[in-house]
């Protein structure tokens, strides 16, 4: 079955989409007339069902299962398209003239379809003829508190890049308009307040105040012609940010910090303060020195409540929860402050709010669960603003009135917060154009997906489908950390394949986009799980700082060099403060003009052709000696916790990593949202835009719900068997010694038992090294499909490889291990008589013990974690090199415990068992169906068996390091053999195992240690399969009688 079929590009993005492609995993992908209905998908593992209500419904098994079919939407959308088709009936004058202006031909700012049926359903909404209306009833966002009355809410579903900002701009304009036409009219409003999340958008957004003229985006983008511009401007556009609404003190005289200001409304609220070594507050929790929340206890502004400290196993106070009592602006105050100094006392206003997702209703604050951490951090946050942002609004509605409320964002879904509906659409949602529409339509870069690998995993086990989930199955549970909180150190172990496959293209695309008229360099973006993982990530690949056992990024265009700033690291304190505009330092004024111009090299300029700076800039950059340039212009890489700030409009990401958990489709298409602005906007022959595409790794697009069946059969309660030692078998008693480590002293030189030490195989059927991307449609399930149409490509480690010199990798490996194993206790040689041995040591490992896997390649050894393996097999393989006198390696004890033995042995097990002769335990515990009753029998009928063991629940362990953890390798059988002294057989029976070469070389380490230790009698090692028990035992009776002779 072929794949490379097709374009994923199908409609032109002016005209309404004729044409989408159905997606079946396993089948050719279809190509379907008419149009895609609004499907969405729940999330993958919800706690509860969603409430339907009237405006979604399961799509058919033979459609869209198990997404849902947003009903009203659906049904808008066709009653809209009567309308249209009928030239509108219902509309005022100034409307149609309007609509005539936007829909006629030959306009040189073409306007995107998604824009026109965003703007024509609002229309539709409030003027259409009663009767297209009939049946449409659009639910309510009823306020909690019930002595409120609620808004109009119609929220409109639109792809990022699909032009939100221009939509804003024409519904502006269709209202202050009607009003001027017809004062009288309570359908329209001339004044426009419009909230977004933050001060970037808000910036942006100036562009929409009529008073900026022929600047204005109501020119610039030809939205209203310029005999109507005087009128236009007799309306009032406010832009601002959520951060505005929240109340405020009132400004009161003098500077005594000591007393209570008591001027205002008191209001008392809870609150959780976390312990920290300075004072701030941090995405909406609050950070207090302990001497500051003495003094602020002292001075009444904090009480703490009942039960409220919380203190660490240290037993130092880690967080209080307190009440506390502040003295706000009255409502009056309030509502003077943000509307009328601006509109006098004008009401019935529009409102828009951009990005609206963040503008919810929650029946309360989460503040149960107050763990540190960013993730809890940016929920509270994120209740936080969604409380503030729309108790503004419904204050507003109580005292000057909202005659409707535009909704607008690419995911006007509930955030996790909201409980029971996370990640359901808001019910009002009237409009959409999805992301799968805007790639059909070619308004954005198709962000391409892996879908095939070296492992043949399927697309959603694929690794870097979804790293996260590949990162907690590959780290050890030590790795893992306490509540799924992994150390920087073992994501890096594992995340330099995907980042190493990814910074190879990424290189590749800069050398041709520097070679083509845009000088402006490619963008990759890191979106971390936590501060710790960003800062370490931004250390190794931007200031080439290691982690032990872990090699270099190798990223050489990303590193930040004296004078030149390639990768920056964007925390969510300073995103917060970017947000807000509320920057407290120099370096975050910064930061937010660098995020704002990545992508731009040069400034807009005015009629004169001078650069026009945004407001502080020329200063910020004067004070801080900086060039005049867009400091973002030579910005390459961004490394941040979250999603980065919405209304980032950069154009040039063409590469994501996502190295964080993913619940959902919302932060899915948030984070992927950063790389959906396209590069260019000309069109081709045929009237449609050029494929533009992003790569995108770890950000996984399934969001289809997996939930154990909790039916099914009651599970036997399995026989138990009882296992204990026999007294009156004490013959068979046997004693073992307890190993915990090893003590070496080397002075000098150092060897390896190249007989036992383990092998490594760089095996890309475990670890991929070429992985295959596509265009991210999703199949009629909602999940990425190598099925869909368009382009496979291929990633590979080539780029990383080329130019790579074996011997100069062997030499930085060697000079790693010599620094690991000159840490250890045992090593007292100086680095430089090491080194040369070691270096010889790393030759012969790489060219007798490394196997490569096709299509890997030997200098992948050199990438992570595949680097840290070779050390750590090396640092437990190097003994003191006894032939050059220097003394053994001996083991070390277990003090408190002293020898184990068989005696005392007393446990019940649901396994197999078997009786036998020879052992003091009246029977062996099998762990399989044959092996170890097999091997029990042959053992116990050698003739040279004197007594033995199953080791279950024995307490015999050998301990062994793997995978930067210790581990307790446990074998089979302990035999004593008949022979004059004291002399034991470890045997193991295992079948395939893919740790059988390190368990081997730790069983043997263990064997030559005790046995050089010389009181615990001589023990030997044999690893077998069932076939060769007996000659297991014959060879040590054999090697036994050889050192006797």
């Given at each position: 079955?072929?794949?490379?079929?097709?374009?994923?590009?199908?409609?032109?993005?002016?005209?309404?989409?004729?044409?989408?492609?159905f997606?079946?995993e396993?089948?050719?992908?279809?190509?379907?007339e008419g149009?895609r209905?609004?499907?969405v998908?729940?999330?993958?593992?919800?706690?509860?069902?969603?409430?339907?209500?009237?405006?979604?419904?399961?799509?058919?098994?033979?459609q869209?299962?198990?997404?849902?079919?947003?009903?009203?939407?659906?049904h808008?959308?066709?009653?809209?398209?009567?309308?249209?088709?009928e030239?509108?009936?219902?509309?005022?004058?100034?409307?149609?003239?309007?609509?005539?202006?936007?829909?006629?031909?030959?306009r040189?700012?073409?306007?995107?379809?998604a824009?026109?049926?965003?703007?024509?359903?609002?229309?539709?909404?409030?003027?259409?003829?009663a009767?297209?209306?009939?049946?449409?009833?659009?639910p309510?966002?009823?306020?909690?508190?019930?002595?409120?009355?609620?808004?109009?809410?119609?929220?409109?579903?639109?792809a990022?890049?699909?032009?939100?900002?221009?939509?804003?701009?024409?519904?502006?304009?269709?209202s202050?308009?009607?009003?001027?036409?017809d004062?009288?009219?309570?359908?329209?409003?001339?004044?426009?307040?419009?909230?977004?999340?933050?001060?970037?958008?808000?910036?942006?957004?100036?562009?929409?105040?009529?008073?900026?003229?022929?600047?204005?985006?109501?020119?610039?983008?030809?939205?209203?012609?310029?005999h109507?511009?005087?009128?236009?401007?007799?309306?009032?556009?406010?832009?601002?940010?959520?951060?505005?609404?929240?109340?405020?003190a009132?400004?009161?005289?003098?500077?005594?910090?000591?007393?209570?200001?008591?001027?205002?409304?008191?209001?008392?609220?809870?609150?959780?303060?976390?312990?920290a070594?300075?004072?701030?507050?941090?995405?909406?929790?609050?950070?207090?020195?302990?001497e500051?929340?003495?003094?602020?206890i002292?001075?009444?502004?904090?009480?703490?409540?009942?039960?409220?400290?919380?203190?660490?196993?240290?037993?130092?106070?880690k967080?209080?929860?307190?009440?506390?009592?502040?003295?706000?602006?009255s409502?009056?105050?309030?509502?003077?402050?943000?509307?009328?100094?601006?509109?006098?006392?004008?009401?019935?206003?529009?409102?828009?709010?951009?990005?609206?997702?963040?503008?919810?209703?929650?029946?309360?604050?989460?503040?149960?669960?107050?763990?540190?951490?960013?993730?809890?951090?940016?929920?509270?946050?994120?209740e936080?603003?969604?409380?503030?942002?729309l108790?503004?609004?419904?204050?507003?509605?109580?005292?000057?009135?909202?005659?409707?409320?535009?909704?607008?964002?690419?995911?006007?879904?509930?955030?996790?917060s909201?409980?029971?509906?996370?990640?359901?659409?808001?019910?009002?949602?009237?409009?959409?154009?999805?992301?799968?529409d805007?790639?059909?339509?070619?308004?954005?870069?198709?962000?391409?997906?892996?879908?095939?690998?070296t492992?043949?995993?399927?697309?959603?086990?694929?690794?870097?489908?979804?790293?996260?989930?590949?990162?907690?199955?590959?780290?050890?549970?030590?790795?893992?950390?306490k509540?799924?909180n992994?150390?920087?150190?073992?994501?890096?172990?594992?995340?330099?394949?995907?980042?190493?496959?990814?910074?190879?293209?990424?290189?590749?695309?800069?050398?041709?986009?520097?070679?083509?008229?845009?000088?402006?360099?490619?963008?990759?973006?890191?979106?971390?799980?936590?501060?710790?993982?960003?800062?370490?990530?931004?250390?190794?690949?931007?200031?080439?700082?290691?982690?032990?056992?872990?090699?270099?990024?190798?990223?050489?265009?990303?590193?930040?060099?004296?004078?030149?700033?390639?990768t920056?690291?964007?925390?969510?304190?300073?995103?917060?403060?970017?947000?807000?505009?509320?920057?407290?330092?120099d370096?975050?004024?910064?930061?937010?003009?660098?995020?704002?111009?990545?992508?731009?090299?040069?400034?807009?300029?005015d009629?004169?052709?001078?650069?026009?700076?945004?407001?502080?800039?020329a200063?910020?950059?004067?004070?801080?000696?900086?060039?005049?340039?867009?400091?973002?212009?030579?910005?390459k890489?961004?490394?941040?916790?979250?999603?980065?700030?919405?209304?980032?409009?950069?154009?040039?990401?063409?590469?994501?990593i996502?190295?964080?958990p993913?619940?959902?489709?919302?932060?899915?298409?948030?984070?992927?949202?950063?790389?959906?602005?396209?590069?260019?906007?000309?069109?081709?022959?045929?009237?449609?835009?050029?494929?533009?595409?992003?790569?995108?790794?770890?950000?996984?697009?399934?969001?289809?719900?997996?939930?154990?069946?909790?039916?099914?059969?009651?599970?036997?309660?399995?026989?138990?068997?009882?296992?204990?030692?026999?007294?009156?078998?004490?013959?068979?008693?046997?004693?073992?010694?307890r190993?915990?480590?090893y003590?070496?002293?080397?002075?000098?030189?150092?060897?390896?038992?190249?007989?036992?030490?383990?092998?490594?195989?760089?095996?890309?059927?475990?670890?991929?090294?070429?992985?295959?991307v596509?265009?991210?449609?999703?199949?009629?399930?909602?999940?990425?499909?190598l099925?869909?149409?368009?382009?496979?490509e291929?990633?590979?480690?080539?780029p990383?490889?080329?130019?790579k010199r074996?011997?100069?990798?062997?030499?930085?490996?060697?000079?790693?291990?010599?620094?690991?194993?000159?840490?250890?206790?045992?090593?007292?040689?100086?680095?430089?008589?090491?080194?040369?041995?070691?270096?010889?040591?790393?030759?012969?490992?790489?060219?007798?013990?490394?196997?490569?896997v096709?299509?890997?390649?030997?200098?992948?050894?050199?990438?992570?974690?595949?680097?840290?393996?070779?050390?750590?097999k090396l640092?437990?393989?190097?003994?003191?090199?006894?032939?050059?006198?220097?003394?053994?390696?001996?083991?070390?004890?277990?003090a408190?415990l002293?020898?184990?033995?068989?005696?005392?042995?007393?446990f019940?097990?649901?396994?197999?068992?078997?009786?036998?002769?020879?052992?003091?335990?009246?029977c062996?515990?099998?762990?399989?169906?044959q092996?170890?009753?097999?091997?029990?029998?042959?053992?116990?009928?050698?003739?040279?068996?004197?007594?033995f063991?199953?080791?279950?629940?024995?307490?015999?362990?050998?301990?062994?390091?793997?995978n930067?953890?210790?581990?307790?390798?446990?074998?089979?059988?302990?035999?004593?053999?008949?022979?004059?002294?004291?002399?034991?057989?470890?045997?193991?029976?295992?079948?395939?195992?893919?740790?059988?070469?390190?368990?081997?070389?730790?069983?043997?380490?263990?064997?030559?240690?005790?046995?050089?230790?010389?009181?615990?009698?001589?023990?030997?090692?044999?690893?077998?399969?069932?076939?060769?028990?007996?000659?297991?035992?014959?060879?040590?009776?054999?090697?036994?009688?050889?050192?006797?002779?």
């Amino acid at each position: 079955m072929s794949y490379e079929v097709n374009e994923p590009i199908l409609n032109s993005p002016f005209d309404e989409p004729s044409r989408y492609w159905f997606i079946r995993e396993g089948y050719e992908p279809e190509l379907k007339e008419g149009r895609r209905p609004a499907i969405v998908y729940p999330p993958r593992e919800g706690d509860s069902e969603w409430e339907l209500g009237k405006v979604l419904k399961l799509s058919p098994p033979d459609q869209f299962f198990p997404g849902y079919e947003m009903t009203l939407v659906n049904h808008i959308r066709n009653k809209v398209k009567e309308w249209r088709n009928e030239n509108y009936p219902g509309v005022s004058r100034t409307t149609l003239e309007l609509l005539d202006y936007w829909n006629r031909e030959g306009r040189e700012h073409r306007l995107f379809f998604a824009q026109k049926e965003a703007v024509e359903t609002i229309i539709f909404l409030i003027e259409s003829r009663a009767d297209f209306r009939q049946g449409i009833h659009i639910p309510q966002d009823t306020p909690i508190d019930t002595t409120l009355k609620a808004f109009i809410r119609y929220a409109c579903k639109m792809a990022t890049g699909s032009g939100k900002t221009t939509v804003m701009g024409m519904l502006a304009a269709w209202s202050i308009l009607n009003k001027v036409a017809d004062r009288s009219n309570a359908k329209f409003s001339d004044v426009v307040l419009i909230i977004c999340p933050n001060i970037t958008i808000k910036s942006r957004l100036q562009e929409l105040n009529p008073d900026n003229g022929e600047a204005s985006l109501y020119r610039t983008r030809d939205l209203v012609p310029s005999h109507l511009m005087d009128k236009l401007r007799q309306g009032k556009v406010l832009v601002t940010n959520w951060h505005i609404f929240e109340k405020r003190a009132p400004a009161t005289a003098g500077n005594d910090t000591a007393k209570v200001v008591k001027v205002g409304v008191k209001t008392t609220a809870a609150e959780v303060i976390k312990i920290a070594a300075k004072n701030e507050t941090a995405r909406g929790t609050r950070y207090l020195t302990q001497e500051t929340l003495g003094q602020q206890i002292a001075l009444g502004r904090l009480k703490v409540a009942e039960g409220g400290e919380k203190y660490d196993t240290q037993g130092n106070l880690k967080e209080v929860k307190v009440e506390i009592t502040r003295y706000l602006e009255s409502d009056a105050a309030w509502i003077k402050r943000i509307l009328t100094q601006e509109v006098g006392n004008k009401g019935n206003i529009l409102v828009f709010n951009d990005e609206a997702h963040h503008a919810y209703r929650i029946s309360r604050l989460s503040s149960d669960n107050n763990d540190a951490g960013d993730e809890q951090e940016s929920e509270k946050y994120q209740e936080k603003e969604a409380t503030i942002w729309l108790e503004g609004l419904d204050r507003i509605n109580k005292y000057r009135g909202i005659n409707f409320c535009v909704d607008l964002s690419a995911t006007p879904y509930y955030l996790k917060s909201s409980k029971q509906n996370t990640n359901k659409p808001f019910e009002w949602v009237v409009s959409d154009f999805s992301l799968m529409d805007a790639i059909e339509a070619g308004l954005v870069k198709i962000p391409q997906l892996p879908v095939r690998d070296t492992t043949g995993a399927a697309v959603s086990d694929l690794a870097y489908f979804n790293i996260w989930e590949w990162l907690m199955k590959k780290m050890t549970r030590s790795e893992r950390g306490k509540g799924i909180n992994p150390t920087p150190e073992a994501i890096l172990k594992y995340v330099q394949h995907p980042i190493t496959l990814l910074g190879g293209q990424w290189e590749q695309i800069k050398q041709e986009w520097a070679a083509s008229d845009d000088p402006r360099p490619p963008v990759f973006i890191i979106v971390c799980k936590n501060t710790k993982i960003a800062k370490c990530l931004y250390e190794w690949i931007a200031e080439d700082i290691k982690p032990n056992d872990l090699p270099s990024s190798n990223l050489r265009s990303l590193r930040n060099t004296e004078g030149e700033t390639n990768t920056i690291r964007v925390d969510s304190k300073v995103v917060e403060e970017l947000e807000s505009g509320e920057s407290k330092s120099d370096e975050s004024k910064w930061m937010r003009f660098t995020l704002d111009t990545i992508g731009k090299t040069q400034w807009t300029k005015d009629d004169q052709g001078r650069d026009i700076y945004p407001e502080g800039f020329a200063q910020l950059a004067e004070k801080l000696a900086r060039p005049f340039h867009p400091p973002g212009r030579d910005i390459k890489c961004v490394i941040s916790v979250g999603m980065l700030t919405e209304g980032w409009d950069c154009s040039t990401v063409k590469h994501i990593i996502g190295i964080r958990p993913f619940q959902s489709q919302l932060l899915c298409e948030q984070v992927v949202g950063r790389g959906l602005r396209r590069r260019s906007y000309d069109l081709t022959e045929d009237n449609k835009f050029a494929e533009e595409t992003s790569t995108i790794f770890g950000v996984p697009f399934e969001v289809v719900p997996f939930k154990a069946n909790p039916q099914g059969a009651k599970p036997q309660p399995e026989k138990r068997y009882h296992v204990y030692s026999v007294p009156q078998k004490s013959q068979y008693r046997l004693e073992f010694p307890r190993v915990k480590g090893y003590t070496q002293a080397v002075q000098n030189r150092v060897t390896v038992d190249w007989t036992t030490i383990a092998a490594l195989e760089i095996n890309p059927f475990k670890i991929a090294t070429e992985v295959q991307v596509k265009a991210t449609l999703a199949n009629n399930q909602g999940r990425h499909s190598l099925s869909g149409p368009g382009k496979l490509e291929s990633l590979d480690l080539n780029p990383y490889r080329q130019g790579k010199r074996l011997q100069e990798l062997v030499f930085e490996l060697a000079a790693d291990l010599t620094r690991t194993y000159c840490q250890t206790e045992q090593c007292q040689a100086p680095p430089h008589v090491l080194f040369p041995q070691l270096r010889k040591i790393c030759d012969r490992y790489l060219t007798e013990k490394v196997k490569v896997v096709e299509p890997a390649h030997i200098l992948d050894l050199f990438l992570s974690p595949y680097y840290g393996w070779v050390i750590e097999k090396l640092s437990e393989s190097i003994y003191p090199d006894t032939g050059a006198g220097e003394a053994p390696e001996i083991p070390k004890f277990e003090a408190h415990l002293g020898n184990g033995s068989t005696d005392d042995i007393n446990f019940f097990t649901g396994k197999p068992v078997r009786e036998v002769v020879k052992s003091h335990l009246n029977c062996v515990v099998a762990d399989t169906d044959q092996w170890e009753q097999a091997a029990a029998y042959i053992i116990d009928n050698h003739p040279a068996t004197a007594a033995f063991v199953k080791n279950e629940r024995l307490g015999f362990t050998i301990p062994y390091f793997h995978n930067g953890e210790d581990h307790d390798y446990i074998p089979d059988f302990i035999i004593r053999l008949k022979t004059a002294k004291s002399n034991y057989l470890i045997l193991e029976t295992k079948g395939w195992d893919e740790l059988r070469e390190v368990k081997q070389a730790a069983a043997k380490r263990w064997c030559n240690a005790i046995n050089a230790d010389g009181k615990h009698g001589h023990w030997q090692y044999f690893l077998t399969g069932l076939s060769k028990v007996k000659e297991g035992i014959d060879e040590a009776i054999k090697e036994i009688e050889a050192l006797t002779n």
